[in-house]
């Protein structure tokens, strides 16, 4: 079976140019076995700036989902020492509401019936093209978040989850990749208490250090762009978008 074209560097820096300013770096558990195809789709997924962490078997995947909180699964079903469908149907039964797109062979129909009654939330069929990928993760992030709406707005703040636009009274503003991060899920719940460990978790990979104050220089770069009363320091809680008056 094929893999999905590598994307080049030239196409990873143009990617990074254009977005870096107002990407989302969602949690994403990348579940492959196919050493080439994993490094594509790794590639890719980094490219978007998305915080990725790649397992190659299914007791690795368990082990991933015991012990981290993830935004979205990737699961290819074919996996080695406990298959695909065995570790979909682990994280249905321990009740984990966790976004599961999972990816199958082209002429395998009743790998994918299975995988969607086991509780898979979509499929992509192998090879699979990059573009699709991203576009179905993406819609999956945003129906597990509960935004049927194109759009979330505070006073006089927008942001747009599927562009990635920010503006302020009508004008756009820059963001960079992990200000975005620490942004939109305070934004896309009003009101709801994040704590810094909870934040952390959207910034990075098992790959990346965190530095002590790293959730705090974001949000004052944030507040700095978008207003000092846009996220509320909660003490010994974390941080809230405050709700508005409609909402409360």
Known sequence: ???PRRLTRGERTAAAARRAHNRTPMRILLAEDDTMIGEVVLDALRAEHYAVDWVKDGAMAQT????????????DLGLPRADGLTVLRTLRAQKLRLPVLIATARDAVAERVAGLDAGADDYI?????LDEL??????LLRRADGRAEPAYEWGAVRIVPATREVTLEGQPVALSAREWAVLEPLLARPGRVLSRQQLEEK???????ISSNAVEVYIHGVRKKLGAG???NQRGL??????QASET
């Open 1 to 3: 079976m094929s893999a």
């Open 64 to 75: 991933a989902l015991a012990t981290t909180p993830y935004d979205l699964l990737l699961l």
């Open 125 to 129: 069929v192998k090879p699979y093209d």
């Open 134 to 139: 991203l576009a179905r993760i993406r819609a």
């Open 203 to 209: 910034l990075y990979s098992w790959r990346d250090d």
């Open 230 to 232: 846009l996220i509320e």
């Open 238 to 243: 974390g941080y809230r978008v405050p709700p």
